[in-house]
Each structure stands twice: as C-alpha cells, then as structure tokens.
C-alpha cells in the first residue's frame, strides 16, 4: 500500500502566501514524477506543477513565477511554496505521485493524495 497526505491548505488574502505539503508513505521502492494539480468547483482538474525525480520542475503558466515546486527524495516528501495568491487560486489541491510499489516492481502505479482546500479571499 503506497498513501499520500497533503497538509498546509487554508484560508489567505488575495496577495498572500501558503505552503502545501505532501508525504508519501507505504511500500515504497522508487518515486519517479511527483506533482500538484487543482480542481475548482464546477471545473476540470488541471495540473498546477510537476517535478521530476531528479528535481527538474514543470510550471502551469499560470503559476509560473509565483509557486515553487520541492521535493526530497529521501523522506519521500514534496512541497508547494505558494505566493502572491489570487482568488483564481481558490481550489482543492491534490498531490500526485509515479510510484514504484516495492510489492510489484514491474509496475509504475498513479497515486493520489486525498486533497487540501485553498481559499483566497479578495
């Protein structure tokens, strides 16, 4: 079994910063891409960042120069350093992770965090 928990959403003013963490646990061999993506109410998920194992990030343009993507790679962890929030930012955010599980090392498994809300208010 391979879990991601997300932490760090809430509440801030349009101009505001937060930081969203997430942790991998579980059966884990390897972690290949690990990212964000958001859903806002009544619209598709989209992807927000990505990050590549060996730390190369992949911003949506609109975050670009505003959020920061992290990981390490030997807690199994991953960060979004977001500024200069706008309500448009306003969305539940989930973490995303390629995951190797070490029960089954031919297979690359697609996992999800459960989600954290942010809210910017105007």
């Known amino acids: 079994q391979v879990q991601l928990v997300e932490s760090g959403g809430g509440l801030v003013q349009a101009g505001g910063s937060l930081r969203l963490s997430c942790a991998a646990s579980g059966t884990i061999f390897r972690i290949h891409d690990m990212g964000w993506y958001r859903q806002a109410p009544g619209k598709q998920r989209e992807l927000v960042t990505t990050i590549s194992s060996g730390g190369r990030p992949n911003y949506a343009a609109s975050v670009k120069g505003r959020f920061t993507i992290s990981r390490d790679n030997t807690k199994n962890t991953m960060n979004l350093q977001m500024n200069s929030l706008k309500p448009d930012d306003t969305a539940v955010y989930y973490c995303?992770?390629?995951?190797?599980?070490?029960?089954?090392?031919?297979?690359?498994?697609?996992?999800w965090g459960q989600g954290t809300q942010v809210t910017v208010s105007s």
């Open positions: 995303n992770a390629e995951v190797i599980d070490g029960r089954r090392l031919d297979v690359v498994g697609d996992y």
